[in-house]
């Protein structure tokens, strides 16, 4: 079975500081790679996923990840947060020909103005 | 993409009673699931939700517990039966709109449940 680990359960940041994200995978096979952000008292949405073609994938609000297929990662950054990022990150990833996403723990992110 | 409506947002039950959460979503979607997100930790996902049959449940979760239903394309409920405090959590509905693999999930706003 697939899991998905996220190490920092935990992040503050002051405004402008530089952001990454672990995300770490179990699959070997293909797959499909996601972060999904919720900020507070609102929705899960996507903010960028993975399917293949060019590793680096630039998602919405400035942010990217990068796949990292010896290293089974799929890490979020972005140069520049803001007080409007705080909120939880996951990491989900799809592989084996399955349908449904498996999430990490997720990443609660606090920005201070 | 799909927008997703559960009902309701929250509640708080009482122990031993059922609670009926709705997920209506604006288009016809191939696959419907049921996740469950306890207080800092991952989504679990609980079940598919499998029009005109039954659920499909991943370990452990059972049909007794968390009866679904799915009659159509758009529509699907979960309920939550003889609640007790640890069944306290937040309920997510999620959909994906194809069949194709290479589709992300779309989720509700999530129902929060306490159990008192």
């Known amino acids: 079975a697939q899991s998905v680990s996220q190490h920092n359960h935990h992040v503050i940041l002051s405004e402008a500081a530089s952001l990454e994200l672990g995300c770490n995978y179990s699959?070997?096979?293909?797959?499909?790679l996601f972060w999904y952000v919720q900020y507070p008292g609102q929705h899960l949405q996507l903010l960028l996923k993975y399917f293949s073609g060019d590793p680096l994938v630039k998602g919405i609000k400035g942010f990217e990840a990068e796949f990292i297929k010896s290293k089974f990662s799929f890490n979020l950054r972005k140069p520049s947060v803001q007080w409007s990022d705080t909120a939880e990150y996951f990491c989900?990833?799809?592989?084996?020909?399955?349908?449904?996403?498996?999430f990490g723990r997720g990443t609660s992110l606090i920005v201070h103005p | 993409s799909a927008v997703i409506s559960q009902k309701p947002s929250r509640d708080i039950c009482q122990r031993g009673t059922s609670l009926t959460i709705q997920c209506q979503v604006d288009?016809?979607?191939?696959?419907m699931f049921w996740y469950r997100q306890q207080p800092g930790q991952s989504l679990t996902l609980i079940a598919t939700?499998?029009?005109?049959?039954?659920?499909?449940?991943e370990s452990g979760f059972v049909i007794d517990k968390f009866p679904i239903s799915r009659p159509n394309l758009t529509f699907s409920t979960l309920t939550v039966s003889n609640m007790s405090p640890e069944d306290s959590s937040i309920y997510l509905c999620?959909?994906?709109?194809?069949?194709?693999?290479?589709?992300?999930?779309?989720f509700g706003q999530g129902t929060r449940l306490t159990v008192v």
């Open positions: 699959y070997g096979g293909t797959v499909n």
């Open positions: 939700a499998n029009q005109g049959s039954e659920a499909t449940y």
């Open positions: 989900a990833v799809k592989g084996g020909g399955s349908y449904i996403p498996t």
């Open positions: 999620s959909v994906l709109e194809s069949g194709s693999r290479n589709t992300e999930a779309f």
């Open positions: 288009s016809q979607v191939t696959m």
